[in-house]
């Protein structure tokens, strides 16, 4: 009891402080929110409505079967009909396109003998993201096209020569979509945000108007001191993450095939990781301003970096690859996606959570560790 009236105290203090702090509210609060909305509109690698100019030199119901199905795709939009390849180029160039099919002189004839057949696809290439994927659903486009031609063929003439036909069933994420990708590593983004950036900029604040001085030459605990500081954030934290779920089920339609607690309890090591760096963070730096310059830029956005949130571990460098083994998020989306898009389980999913543990005990040991010696 003794000790719990002290936590109490510091806990109710740092809330009010918290409550009247202009900048704090919104980073704790609207933060979370819009980084969700922003990862699961605009930060998109669908292509849709891709503008598409196309030559037929062949004008054939083949050929003309190709810019129907084009004009009929939910990924492409018909721009134009080009009269030569320098048209083609032009729009391009020009911005008025973003891909153009070149349908050569006697593809039809090709196809309806089962005779390879080649289409020339010129792509803007300054998007490389959006043009890889243009290129992929295209593809995916003419090698339909050419199955159904090719099922024509054999049905016309009767053959009855064996084949191989490989059926294509993709899991979990049958469409592609890119928000079912992007939306569930926002809540690991979220926990980076509110805990670590706030947590160092509420110290660190402290530092600066000399209360945190005073509280430390009080006769509370250290230890109670620390527990009163960062156990609001840790709650906010949480509460954050509950409603970034809430709004990514129910608004995104992004879905929970696993199980939501298992989501809150492989949150929990990951505050004592970013809870660790926030502290850390506060310890190096005597201004808030310099708190924010290291929080961003030696921490949150290495951390982002190497855990694949935005750019895939497997096409990392080799000698960089066992780096991202030591960031805590590389282990926590992997948890986030098992659960939300495979409906993975303990079983499946225990390795990365006991990783995730030891690095965050490991980081707020060191942290707390770290601070203690700072205060002497």
């Known amino acids: 009891m003794s000790v719990l009236v002290p936590l109490r105290g510091l806990m109710l203090k740092e809330l009010r402080q918290i409550r009247s702090d202009r900048v704090m509210i919104p980073v704790l609060i609207v933060a979370p929110v819009l980084q969700l909305f922003i990862f699961g509109y605009a930060a998109t690698m669908d292509v849709t409505r891709a503008r598409v100019a196309v030559l037929d030199l062949d004008r054939t119901p083949e050929s003309r079967a190709v810019a129907e199905r084009l004009g009929a795709s939910d990924s492409f939009e018909l721009a134009a009909r080009v009269p030569t390849a320098d048209a083609a180029e032009a729009l391009l160039e020009r911005g008025k396109a973003d891909l153009a099919f070149i349908i050569p002189a006697g ?21 490389s993201t959006s043009a890889s994927i243009g290129i992929a659903g295209a ?5 339909g096209l050419a199955a159904e031609a090719e099922a024509r063929r054999a049905t016309e003439v009767e053959s009855a020569r064996a084949s191989v036909e490989v059926r294509r069933q993709v899991l979990y994420n049958p469409d592609f979509k890119s928000r079912f990708f992007m939306v569930p590593g926002v809540l690991a983004v979220v926990l980076l945000i509110v805990t670590l950036m706030a947590t160092a900029m509420a110290v660190v604040k402290e530092k600066e108007l000399g ?8 006769p509370v605990p250290r230890s109670i001191l620390l527990a009163g500081k960062l156990i609001p954030f840790a709650v906010f934290g949480l509460l954050d993450s509950v409603l970034v779920l809430l709004v990514s089920r ?12 298992l989501l809150l309890g492989a949150a929990l090591p990951t505050l ?47 000698l960089v690859q066992p780096v991202t083994e030591v960031d805590a998020l590389t282990h926590l989306l992997g948890i986030l996606r098992g659960v939300m898009l495979r409906g993975a389980g303990l079983g499946e999913l225990w390795p990365s959570l006991a990783k995730l543990t030891a690095i965050g005990a490991i980081t707020f040991a060191a942290a707390v560790a770290l601070f203690r010696k700072r205060l002497g």
């Open 107 to 127: 593809l039809g004839q090709a196809m309806s003998a089962g005779e390879p057949a080649e289409v020339q696809l010129l792509v803007d290439g300054t998007e």
């Open 139 to 143: 593809s995916t486009l003419i090698e």
């Open 211 to 218: 209360t945190f001085e005073m509280l430390v030459v009080t």
């Open 250 to 261: 129910f608004w995104f339609e992004v879905p929970l095939r696993g199980s939501a607690l």
């Open 272 to 318: 004592l990781c970013t809870l660790g760096l926030g502290l850390l963070v506060s310890t190096i730096s005597r201004t808030q301003q310099q708190a924010m310059v290291t929080a961003l830029f030696l921490v949150m956005l290495p951390l982002l970096y190497f855990s694949g949130f935005i750019f895939p571990i497997e096409s990392m460098p080799r």
